[in-house]
């Protein structure tokens, strides 16, 4: 068998491809689009939309960012103005300056929570692993249900994306998730069945995957599981990426000397470190990922059970380009619950404004939930133990914002703060955990501890989820992931050509 051949009978195991394989299936795919003038953009426009068609632009007006309304795919990128509705010349974002963080280097937090439906980036993902299914005819929207296993946002953007694209979704997501998050669900769902809650919290993915295994018995669900779509990846390399180089690039503007030092993002379903793979082939970033230092499966082979809702845990996705990684970071629940509480807090917001933190990054603190908390947290981590300076830049996303977790802070008070949480509270968790952030749980990367995490991943998908060790070895070399970032430009045309069959792209 040629390589070509070998590479196209993998991409074809793994849900990839670049090729039509159901003609009936996107010729119905079209006609359900065309009849709802739904037009797909592409990740080219998604990644700079100030190449979405000026009519596509001006169908928005009127159109709420939260609406269960198609045009709103248009706003499934970084660029939204949250006020106008409109777009932005850069990606909303802040810079973390020392006297918040300590270090030298200019830490920069992207805003997810400017994303439309959800509130979250995660939107972006789910758009990103349907897409490639949908534009191949792989996947029906007027006979199949789409199955988004998640631990909270994903599984929303699933949702949100099946709605407005006139399909059915179903959320498949652990119980003990935020409340905020089954509200919205109980909002956007068709039929409550569509929710599935399984055990556990955060840190029991393998319990979603057991879920998912049964709905996959039916035909008729199709599993969008993100912890191993390599779009999911894809997306956040051709999207996601530029947007946060672009960032680099706006704040570095007036300091030529700056350069992009580091990415960090925690791992979740690894899907935003892809980001990452973009940013080290433009600026030598170095690629830093984080997990709970309650459940350490990165660090120490460890297990456990953590709050860090969005960064599910005990097992390596299949979509983590491992091998690419630099550092790997732990950050715990009690700093992340603990600072969530005191930036929601009168008193914590004044003692930053006292200790020189500039108006407007306390003002920022809105859009922080638990998980961008944990990634700023890393990032402050990883920057002592590389030792980078002021001219060492690191990028950062806040992937949904305070507001998602409202529910979470009345709970916090009760099971981690005593019954109250006042303003030496508030103090007292600065202290110990922003002015106090050091330098422990940091593994810096070499060829052994890259080893080490990526075979970890057996147990899991070769072990558990039956995946070819062929397949699973695959991903260990570069060149799979050159040839995956490589299909973005072939997806893109054809979703101008599904745009150009359904009709609906001629309305707009």
Not at 3 to 20: N, Y
Not at 69 to 90: F, I, K, M, P, Q
Not at 160 to 188: Q, T
Not at 192 to 217: F, H, R
Request: glycine share 10%; hydrophobic share 45%.
């Amino acid at each position: 068998m040629s390589l070509t051949a070998f590479d196209d009978a993998r991409d074809a195991r793994l849900g990839l491809g670049t090729s039509v394989v159901d003609g009936d299936v996107l010729e119905r795919a079209a006609r359900r689009f065309g009849e709802h003038g739904i037009v797909l953009p592409t990740f080219a426009q998604l990644a700079e939309p100030q190449r979405i068609p000026a009519a596509a632009l001006a169908s928005l007006t009127g159109v709420g960012r939260n609406d269960a309304d198609a045009r709103n795919l248009w706003r499934v990128h970084w660029y939204n103005d949250a006020t106008s509705g409109g777009l932005r010349e850069t990606p909303e974002y802040v810079v973390l300056p020392p006297t918040f963080t300590g270090v030298a280097s200019p830490i920069l937090v992207a805003f997810g929570d400017t994303f439309p439906m959800i509130g979250a980036h995660k939107v972006l993902a789910a758009y990103a692993c349907l897409v490639p299914r949908l534009v191949t005819g792989a996947f029906d929207p007027t006979a199949h249900r789409a199955v988004w296993p998640s631990t909270g946002n994903y599984a929303r953007g699933g949702v949100a994306i099946s709605r407005i694209m006139g399909c059915r979704g179903v959320a498949v997501l652990p119980e003990n998730m935020s409340r905020e998050r089954f509200e919205w669900l109980e909002r956007w769902v068709t039929d409550a069945g569509d929710i599935v809650a399984t055990p556990g919290s955060e840190s029991n993915v393998k319990e979603i995957y057991d879920a998912c295994a049964e709905l996959a018995a039916t035909e008729h669900n199709v599993i969008f599981n993100q912890f191993s779509e390599f779009s999911n990846h894809a997306g956040h390399y051709a999207v996601t990426g530029p947007a946060l180089a672009h960032v680099f690039a706006a704040h570095a503007a007036a300091e030529p000397g700056l350069r992009l030092a580091a990415f960090v993002a925690a791992s979740g379903s690894s899907g935003t470190l892809g980001a990452g793979d973009s940013l080290a082939e433009r600026h030598g970033t170095r690629i830093v990922a984080v997990e709970a230092l309650e459940c350490p499966t990165m660090l120490y082979n460890g297990f456990g059970e953590h709050n860090i809702q969005g960064i599910g845990d005990k097992h390596i996705p299949f979509v983590h380009n491992v091998m690419n990684s630099d550092a790997a970071v732990a950050i715990s629940d009690a700093a992340t619950d603990g600072l969530y509480m005191a930036f929601g807090h009168e008193a914590g917001r004044r003692i930053l404004s006292e200790s020189g933190v500039p108006s407007d990054v306390v003002g920022s603190l809105h859009h922080f939930g638990l998980s961008s908390i944990c990634n700023v947290l890393a990032a402050i981590k990883y920057a002592r133990v590389a030792g980078l300076g002021a001219d060492d830049v690191i990028v950062t996303v806040a992937t949904d914002g305070a507001a998602l977790y409202e529910s979470e802070r009345r709970r916090l008070v009760g099971s981690r703060f005593g019954g109250s949480f006042d303003d030496a509270a508030a103090a007292a968790q600065i202290e110990a955990h922003l002015v106090g952030a050091d330098a422990s749980h940091v593994q810096l990367l070499d060829e052994v501890g890259r080893s080490r995490i990526f075979n970890l991943g057996y147990f899991t998908w070769v072990e558990q989820q039956g995946v070819s060790l062929e397949d699973f070895e695959a991903r260990r070399e570069a060149a799979f992931w050159d040839r995956l970032h490589a299909m973005v430009p072939a997806w893109d045309d054809m979703i101008e050509e599904f745009n150009a069959r359904s009709g609906a792209s001629a309305r707009t």
